[in-house]
Nanobody
Framework: QVQLAESGGGLVQAGGSLKLSCAAS????????MGWFRQAPGTEREFVAV????????RYAGSVKGRFTISRDNAKYTVYLQMNSLRLEDTAVYYC???????????????WGQGTQVTVSS
């Protein structure tokens, strides 16, 4: 069982930045692809970014590419999401997830955090 805990969410003005963190409980952290998803009220959970176990491979949703950066520190069992140039439409609960593969679909992931709220104001 892998436990994930997100942090770093909050209220930020449009154009600002936030950095989310997700700490994992497992020493086999580097075996997992780590993804970030988000869900706004009334919408489905959507893929944001994923990073491979080694940190070499990354993939982004088109809506965040060039603005968000995913990274990981395997020594700290932590994955990060640096979010720049935030927009109103980035407002959502952000979840990190761990899976055996590098996927973009929520059902490809085995473990989920509780989520952290990101609110972008005008």
């Amino acid at each position: 069982q892998v436990q994930l805990a997100e942090s770093g969410g909050g209220l930020v003005q449009a154009g600002g930045s936030l950095k989310l963190s997700c700490a994992a409980s497992t020493r086999t952290f580097s075996n997992y692809g780590m993804g970030w998803f988000r869900q706004a009220p009334g919408t489905e959970r959507e893929f944001v970014a994923v990073v491979s176990g080694s940190g070499v491979f990354t993939r982004y949703a088109g809506s965040v590419k060039g603005r968000f950066t995913i990274s990981r520190d395997n020594a700290k069992y932590t994955v990060y999401l640096q979010m720049n140039s935030l927009r109103l439409e980035d407002t959502a609960v952000y979840y990190c997830a761990a899976g055996r593969f590098i996927g973009t679909m929520w059902d490809e992931y085995d473990y989920w955090g509780q989520g952290t709220q990101v609110t972008v104001s005008s």
